[in-house]
């Protein structure tokens, strides 16, 4: 499972390994950001994209939560959202 605010990397896994089975929210259409999350950018939003990004960020904290290991950039606000949601065994972390 790949959790990312930049869907556009998603591409680039595939084409770099094939065999691979690469899952991630990105591949819901509503949910494809082309380069990432930008804080100034919610303004624009409407009701819909709200609710949109934060389906998909609740997604993906769950499957970050719940895999069986995980492997993250250690200083992102959402690796310690999901290090704090995994306390059962902090060794796979």
Not at 6 to 12: E, G, H, K, L, R
Not at 58 to 86: C, D, Q
Request: with cysteine; hydrophobic share 40%; aromatic share 18%.
């Amino acid at each position: 499972f790949v959790a990312t605010d930049d869907c556009s990397v998603m591409n680039d896994f595939r084409s770099r390994r094939p065999r691979w089975n690469f899952v991630s929210e990105c591949d819901v259409p509503h949910h494809q950001s082309k380069d990432g999350f930008r804080i100034e950018e919610m303004t624009l939003w409407n009701h819909e994209a709200t609710d949109a990004h934060f389906g998909k960020f609740m997604v993906e904290l769950y499957a970050m939560a719940a895999a069986k290991y995980f492997i993250g950039v250690i200083y992102t606000n959402v690796t310690w959202w999901a290090y704090f949601m995994r306390m059962d065994d902090p060794s796979t972390f």
